[in-house]
């Protein structure tokens, strides 16, 4: 199933999206997108149902972020090797956690604010993991059973505060507006293999980040088994897994960074597309 969220900022009903493409109106069967709907139980009332039963949604209504009410918005740096290279960086040899918090969350085609005096607002297409039965102390094998489904994020990053005001990445990395998330949580019956989606990213037209989650260094299963070690997972819960190269911040000799105007699309494989405008805040 694709399922979303649709309507005016705070406002947004449940909805999914048929096999035609057709948007459909869950609001009579549920109240929200949300870590209780997300678990095998809940999913497997809703594909249960008829899509043709429910109402169809007339027009383009604005797609909301596809999860209401995220307890946690975990993010995992410098997991594609390629990435760490052009970043600098060494190649992790546990996962690297950091935090969006969940104000910077917004829908998928909003617009993204340039921070006050930003000159290095950056982007990054991700796999977004969300989390559909709690986990703790969970093993790799175990890890995919807790995932409810899978989204695209775009990470967007202020690298000024993420890399040169000290202190952690956080900073640089919760921005309200730079957490776009959707269109769709596409369940995980139709992702059988999370480790082989292609993805991609353009800015004005011009493709900067073309890749494949088969290059992580970490897989879905072995993120969300070591992020249970050090933390609780609950449904609804968001893990943002890495981005390939082609990262703004990467670009030789002379790094290029986002301004107010700018239109940034973005895509995973099965799983839908972002655009964004940028704008100053």
Known sequence: MKLLRYGPV????PGLLDSSNTLRDLS???????????GDAALARLRAIDPSTLPAVPGQPRIGPC???VGKFICIGLNYADHAAESGAAIPTEPVIFN????AICGPNDAVEIPRGSTKTDWEVELGVVIGKAAKYITEAQALEHVAGYCVINDVSEREWQLERGGTWDKGKG????????PWLVTRDEVPDPQNLSMWLDVDGKRFQNGNTKTMIFTVAQIVAYVSQCMSLQPGDIISTGTPPGVGLGIKPNPVYLKAGQTMRLGIEGLGEQQQTTVNA
């Open 10 to 13: 705070g406002q947004e009903k």
């Open 28 to 38: 009579g069967v549920l109240s929200d997108i949300e870590g209780a709907q997300l």
């Open 67 to 69: 999860v209401a009410r």
């Open 100 to 103: 969006k918090w969940t104000s």
């Open 175 to 182: 921005f309200d507006t730079f957490g776009p998330i959707g």
